[in-house]
């Protein structure tokens, strides 16, 4: 499952939210990835997300395979949201 997600975060992810999401990720089973521009890194790595510039506004790409993809990215989805 792929889904394109705007940010709506009020500061650029700096390193704390990037450990919440990385944590975030974590709990599902499915294989999770962030695609932007042309990187695409893991979703559970902490140094692959934080070699993403991930600022308000910007759009990034989750994309989730396995038995609870769609948990995954909802829920992915809602923390870029907040």
Same mark, same amino acid.
């Given at each position: $499952?792929?889904? +394109?997600?705007?940010?709506?975060? &009020?500061? @650029?992810?700096?390193?704390?939210?990037?450990?919440? %999401?990385?944590? *975030?990720?974590?709990?599902?089973?499915?294989?999770?990835y962030?695609?932007? +521009? #042309?990187?695409?890194?893991?979703?559970? &790595?902490? $140094? /692959?997300m934080?070699? *993403?510039? %991930?600022? @308000? /506004?910007?759009?990034? #790409?989750?994309?989730?395979? /396995?038995? +609870?993809?769609? #948990? !995954?990215? @909802? !829920?992915?989805? +809602?923390? %870029? &949201?907040?």
């Amino acid at each position: $499952m792929r889904k +394109d997600v705007v940010i709506r975060m &009020s500061d @650029s992810m700096e390193a704390t939210p990037i450990a919440h %999401l990385v944590q *975030l990720a974590n709990q599902f089973n499915s294989r999770v990835y962030f695609e932007m +521009d #042309t990187k695409k890194v893991n979703a559970k &790595s902490i $140094m /692959g997300m934080m070699s *993403l510039v %991930l600022a @308000s /506004g910007a759009t990034v #790409t989750i994309d989730a395979e /396995g038995d +609870d993809e769609q #948990t !995954a990215v @909802s !829920a992915l989805e +809602d923390f %870029l &949201s907040k």
